[in-house]
């Protein structure tokens, strides 16, 4: 089946810079009364030691490197995998890091303190930005828009695919592919129609729209978009590098598949 593609309509991978959120509250202590005894407190004797990062926010601003190489790569508090989860990186995405990793305990790779703040597992994640699986993923969102990604909408049941299906595999997946296809062909132009929406309006310096004002040059109203670009490609963009000529990369879905599905 085809997708309904949306004025903010990904290339279908995905995802993500990082998501950080604290929470919770203190209370100062009230004082001892004065037959009490102080109260002293402790550390965990079985948590590392957690070191200072290695440099500011602002210097690492231009150090290297750290990606996710899972659908989502925890960033913990302590370097700690039973510490608490601060939030997580999205497959692909990056974040600075120290150069050199520090102790930490239940990660079999190694442990890298993060910007702004928090740790991450080399189990979950690579200090290669190079690697395919970080190449696959693509560019991350647009943050400068209202609607960061490409979003589609699938009408009905439609199989999903590791890799780039020939012609024989669709029609041993797909019941009644010809059917379907000759159907697309006549209504195509309805079914594949572009609406105007949030990512046509243009925005000031705070994020609110401008009535009446442009956008940014270079930037065409989703209208003006062809279907590459529309799910999140570029104009005449060809079949991606890890899907030509069969898939390049692994599967992280979390879906566990025979090596012969397609």
Not at 125 to 133: E, F, H, K, Y
Not at 218 to 246: K, N, T, Y
Request: hydrophobic residues 35%; negative net charge.
């Amino acid at each position: 089946m085809t997708a309904r593609p949306t004025a903010d309509a990904p290339w279908a991978m995905l995802l993500a810079g990082v998501a950080l959120w604290t929470s919770g509250c203190s209370h100062p202590k009230p004082p001892p009364g004065p037959e009490a005894e102080p109260v002293q407190e402790t550390a965990r004797s079985a948590s590392p030691a957690v070191p200072a990062p290695s440099a500011s926010a602002s210097a690492a601003s231009a150090g290297p490197e750290l990606a996710a190489t899972v659908i989502a790569a925890t960033v913990y508090k302590l370097p700690e995998v039973g510490s608490r989860k601060l939030g997580y990186i999205r497959l692909g995405r990056r974040v600075k890091r120290d150069a050199a990793p520090v102790e930490g305990r239940g990660c079999k790779g190694d442990f890298y303190h993060v910007v702004p703040t928090g740790y991450v597992c080399t189990d979950e994640a690579t200090t290669d930005v190079n690697d395919p699986l970080v190449r696959a993923a693509g560019p991350g969102p647009d943050l400068s828009k209202p609607m960061p990604y490409h979003y589609g909408f699938v009408r009905a049941t439609a199989p999903l695919y590791l890799r780039v299906p020939t012609h024989a595999e669709q029609e041993k997946s797909e019941f009644g592919l010809a059917e379907h296809l000759k159907w697309y062909e006549d209504n195509k132009l309805e079914v594949q129609r572009v609406e105007l929406g949030a990512n046509d309006v243009p925005l000031d310096s705070r994020g609110f729209p401008r009535i009446g004002g442009k956008l940014p040059p270079g930037q065409l109203l989703s209208s003006e978009l062809d279907m590459d670009e529309i799910f999140g490609g570029s104009r005449d963009e060809p079949v991606p590098w890890w899907l030509d000529g069969g898939r390049k990369v692994r599967n992280v879905s979390g879906y566990d598949v025979p090596e012969y599905a397609v």
